[in-house]
């Protein structure tokens, strides 16, 4: 392997410092351990917890294992081989081994047995790096959580040719969950408390495909509406736990509270037949049903001349954003920009921001020395400029994170925000600049306006709600992933007659008409399309829909 991940690790500061786990409370851990299976004889258990922070999922079960070993007459040396922790950071690797000393003392082990069992069971090592000679009847964990674009390219290329599953941007976790069933032992558990994306997302194709034919994924917990982590993780939480060699239902279920974590609501139970499609986790069987029939019917968005792209990111707002007055520059290098909040009633309405275009019509870095007065500009915010993670070590460290093409932002478009409680939807007739906050749709064969209607007359929403078990707060992201899991007609397979009383119930603003078309096409009642309209939805009918 190219170099030691290690050494690169604590060489990467700025990127080490992004690597701190979300650790969780306690009460989450203790709960997350109630849906694990142990042996009765919990001796006999190899656990492995490939993340070990603060050690919230192996340190209780100390007092069983002590235990079990006064109750069989085995000496203390007997839980050597029972755990392996690993650690990437040193600081909390060693203060973990203190952690665990101090517990094992706690519970009657003289302190130099306490060192030498603490000293065998946590390795400050990478897991992604490791490779352990024996496998494991138990792995649980709360890996790192980091985001594609955290990760240092030099790694990024490590882990792409190690895990297959380490693509389409994945975040970080997915790759120690493969990781992870590599070293399971038959009929072993698998347990992860992590984002829930990988019941989703493409590159979550590969794991759901093991877990669903390779054994029994026998819960999914989804922690999204309460605070589960000491810091606070731009994610949405679940726990999973998957067995080897055994097949069965899983079985659905949340929680609630803030002190006192517990179950809330019914729990559900889902059959999962062997595929790598999104799993559906909606608590609704007639929504399940719909979306069910639709993928079995229809193509997804992006096979019906659909194309999706988030919106330009700047790394640095207060030198690109701005109103034309703010800025001593060529007019011709600004552009009318809008975001999230720039969508009013399925329309897109400019309010004055423009965003500095450093790009030619090609999408390429344009030459400062054709624009001398935003050159200027551009080394007056040189310092501001170079700050940001990606300009740096950059020569040209005066570029916008994302590129500006016309061929976006010169575009009739939809754009959608992309974390709402329902879609919010608009359409850009004007060619705007969208920024990140937002995603973007152009159609080829869909007239914008009718896919404006279609989307938000429950589609959208339906779609993305039933890729979800739960939600912060009630809301949803509407990202490219979940956008593209969408299944519907293409235009040209529409019969005329039904294209015409679309657009006669569009123009006429008839909601109802609308609702009906579209539960028409999708074999399901109106009143579920009502359940999930779009914010907007009283701009597209005379009179909202019964709720």
């Given amino acids: 392997m190219e170099g030691k991940i290690n050494a690169q690790l604590e060489a990467g500061r700025p990127w080490q410092a992004d690597l701190c786990q979300f650790f969780t409370r306690a009460s989450v851990a203790e709960l997350c351990l109630r849906y694990v299976a142990f042996p009765e004889n919990i001796l006999t258990m190899r656990l492995l917890e490939p993340a070990a922070g603060q050690g919230a999922f192996f340190l209780p ?39 665990c000393i101090g517990k094992l003392e706690d519970l009657g082990i003289s302190r130099a047995k306490a060192k030498d069992i603490a000293q065998s069971w946590i390795k400050h090592e990478d897991f992604l790096e490791t490779r352990p000679s024996k496998r494991f009847t138990h792995i649980v964990s709360n890996p790192p959580y980091i985001r594609w674009d955290a ?15 380490f693509k389409q941007r994945a975040d970080l976790y997915v790759a120690f969950i493969e990781h992870a069933l590599g070293l399971l032992e038959s009929h072993g558990q698998l347990a992860f408390l992590c984002p829930g994306t990988w019941t989703r997302n493409v590159y979550g194709n590969a794991i759901r495909e093991t877990f669903t034919s390779r054994g029994q994924l026998k819960s999914i917990i989804d922690f999204s509406d309460v605070d589960s982590f000491e810091t606070s993780a731009d994610a ?4 999973f736990v998957f067995q080897r060699d055994i097949s069965g239902p899983t079985k659905i279920s949340s929680v609630k509270g803030v002190d006192n974590i517990e179950i809330s609501g019914d729990e559900i139970v889902r059959t999962f037949l062997p595929s790598a499609s999104p799993l559906l986790l909606t608590r609704n069987s007639a929504a399940e049903n719909a979306v069910n029939a639709a993928r079995q019917r229809f193509p997804k968005l992006e096979d019906v001349g659909c194309t999706i792209r988030v919106g330009s990111a700047t790394g640095c707002n207060d030198v690109f954003l701005g109103e034309a007055k703010d800025f001593a520059i060529e007019r011709s290098r600004l552009l009318p920009f809008v975001n999230a909040s720039s969508i009013h009633d399925g329309e897109v309405r400019w309010t004055g921001t423009h965003i500095v275009n450093v790009f030619d019509k090609n999408g390429k870095v344009a030459a400062l020395s054709k624009f001398p007065r935003m050159a200027a500009y551009l080394r007056k915010n040189k310092k501001a400029l170079q700050s940001r993670a990606k300009a740096s ?3 040209v460290w005066w570029r916008t994170i994302d590129s500006l093409h016309p061929d976006w932002h010169a575009s009739p478009k939809l754009l959608i925000v992309d974390v709402s409680a329902a879609p919010v ?22 007239p914008l306006a009718d896919l404006l209607t279609f989307l938000s007359a429950g589609v ?23 956008i593209a899991a969408v299944h519907m007609p293409r235009w040209a397979d ?46 597209f009918c005379s009179k909202r829909p019964r709720q």
Avoid: M
């Fill in 460 to 482: 959208l929403g339906l779609f993305v709600a039933s890729l979800s078990a739960g939600s912060k707060a009630g809301f949803h992201r509407f990202q490219k992933y979940q």
């Fill in 393 to 395: 070590q950059s020569k």
């Fill in 61 to 99: 079960l100390l007092p069983r294992l002590v235990d079990a070993c006064h109750a069989q007459g085995k000496k203390i040396d007997t839980l050597g081989p029972v755990i392996r922790a690993y650690e990437v950071d040193p600081e909390v690797a060693a203060s973990l081994r203190a952690k």
């Fill in 425 to 446: 939807i608009g359409i850009d007739l004007h060619g705007y600049c969208a920024g990140s906050g937002v995603y973007q749709i152009k159609s080829d064969h869909w």
């Fill in 236 to 239: 949405y939480p679940h726990f």
């Fill in 494 to 539: 529409l019969s005329p007659g039904w294209r015409v009383k679309f657009k006669d119930a569009r123009k006429a603003k008839d909601g109802r008409a609308v609702l009906n078309l579209v539960a028409e096409l999708y074999e399901c009642d109106a009143s579920l399309l009502e359940n999930h309209v779009a914010r907007d939805w009283d701009a």
């Fill in 151 to 165: 990760i240092p390219a030099r790694l990024r290329d490590v882990y792409k040719a190690r895990f297959k599953s």
